[in-house]
């Protein structure tokens, strides 16, 4: 059964500490599908995700590199699928081994994959709240321990 929990930040920093919270909450060879319109806080979710992989790392999102990596013994895998033009593109950069990994896989516009994503997933949606108000609603789908709503609610 699929868990969800809805959320709202008022700040980036906020954004950035919900990421960093769910971070702390997956376990190895996770992945994380985020989705969402522009400006909706994505790369900023990831920023705070990465910092609990590799503090101080500049976080960018990979739009022409497609992925980006954070971290040394457990890595973080950050994808940005905004300009591949199908899932053959996604499949010539070895995707698979993304999904399994020695670490997480974070995926900017997941939905541009959707067909090739995990079942067992975080599933992510930044929608805009108005001025900065940005609201999350996460599903989790057989990855997150117990609890894991009242820990990104502390965040």
């Not at 709202?8 to 985020?34: F, I, Q, W, Y």
């Not at 101080?56 to 992925?67: D, G, M, Y």
């Not at 709240?129 to 009242?150: K, M, S, V």
């Amino acid at each position: 059964m699929t868990q969800r929990f809805e959320i709202e930040t008022h700040c980036t920093a906020h954004t950035e500490r919900l990421g960093r919270a769910l971070a702390r909450l997956l376990p190895m060879g996770s992945v994380v599908a985020l989705r969402g319109e522009l400006a909706t806080g994505k790369t900023c979710f990831v920023r705070g995700m990465a910092a609990h992989f590799a503090k101080n790392a500049p976080v960018h999102s990979p739009t022409f590199t497609l992925v980006n990596q954070y971290g040394e013994s457990t890595r973080l895998y950050h994808l940005d699928l905004y300009r591949i033009s199908g899932v053959n593109e996604l499949a010539d950069l070895g995707y698979e081994e993304l999904f399994e990994s020695d670490g997480v896989c974070v995926i900017e516009w997941a939905d541009h994959a959707a067909a090739l994503l995990p079942a067992d997933r975080v599933d992510v949606l930044l929608e805009h709240g108005g001025e900065d108000c940005r609201r999350l609603t996460f599903a989790d789908r057989h990855i997150l321990p117990a609890g894991w709503q009242e820990t990104l609610r502390r965040a």
